[in-house]
């Protein structure tokens, strides 16, 4: 499961830092971010799932990531709709991690470490999910505070790779 957090951590870490030094917070470079996010986490999930064959609870996790990335990525069929979708499908992406992984943080128990990690992420997921349902962000805003939540989701994620999990 170390393997797993250390690549989502990685591919967090990496959009971030995409986001926060390109010149331009459009809501082109934010869905290009949330597709390759979401694409890239589902098939690296998928294909941990598929290899190492026991952690089939890690599924509705892949189905989300993989169908927003292909939602974003259906965007850049129609630019026009990008300032539509960009904020609901980020809402959508923070709202259903935050359900799924706060379900595993409970299946895990918060005694163990993997219980709290998924706990941890989950609020941070929540908080996005909120921002971007409830408050009224602008272009700039919004693609910015998609980048903190990156760069702060990708250390997090790095940290719970680089800990011992017990047996």
Same mark, same amino acid.
């Given at each position: 499961? =170390?393997?797993?957090?250390?690549?989502?951590?990685?591919?967090?870490?990496?959009?971030?830092?995409?986001?926060?030094?390109? =010149?331009?917070?459009?809501?082109?470079?934010?869905?290009?971010?949330?597709?390759?996010?979401?694409?890239?986490?589902?098939?690296?999930?998928?294909?941990?799932? $598929?290899?190492?064959?026991?952690?089939?609870?890690?599924? &509705?996790?892949?189905?989300?990531?993989?169908?927003?990335?292909?939602?974003?990525?259906?965007?850049?069929?129609? &630019?026009?709709? =990008?300032?539509?979708? $960009?904020?609901?499908?980020?809402?959508?992406?923070?709202?259903?991690?935050?359900?799924?992984?706060?379900?595993?943080?409970?299946?895990?128990?918060?005694?163990?470490?993997?219980?709290?990690?998924?706990? @941890?992420?989950?609020?941070?997921?929540?908080?996005?999910?909120?921002? $971007?349902?409830?408050?009224?962000?602008?272009?700039?805003?919004?693609?910015?505070?998609?980048?903190?939540? @990156?760069?702060?989701?990708?250390?997090?994620?790095?940290?719970?790779?680089?800990?011992?999990? &017990?047996?």
């Amino acid at each position: 499961m =170390q393997i797993l957090f250390g690549l989502r951590a990685t591919i967090s870490f990496g959009l971030g830092v995409f986001i926060t030094f390109s =010149q331009a917070h459009t809501f082109l470079v934010g869905t290009a971010v949330m597709t390759g996010f979401g694409l890239a986490v589902g098939l690296i999930s998928l294909a941990y799932i $598929f290899f190492t064959k026991n952690n089939s609870q890690l599924i &509705p996790l892949t189905l989300i990531a993989t169908l927003i990335g292909l939602l974003s990525a259906g965007t850049f069929l129609y &630019p026009d709709i =990008q300032p539509m979708l $960009f904020l609901p499908l980020v809402a959508l992406f923070g709202l259903s991690f935050a359900a799924f992984e706060g379900y595993l943080a409970k299946r895990e128990g918060y005694r163990i470490g993997i219980g709290r990690d998924f706990a @941890l992420s989950a609020g941070f997921n929540l908080v996005l999910g909120l921002l $971007f349902l409830i408050a009224p962000l602008d272009e700039v805003s919004a693609v910015g505070f998609l980048g903190a939540y @990156l760069a702060i989701s990708g250390v997090f994620w790095g940290i719970a790779a680089a800990t011992p999990q &017990p047996k």
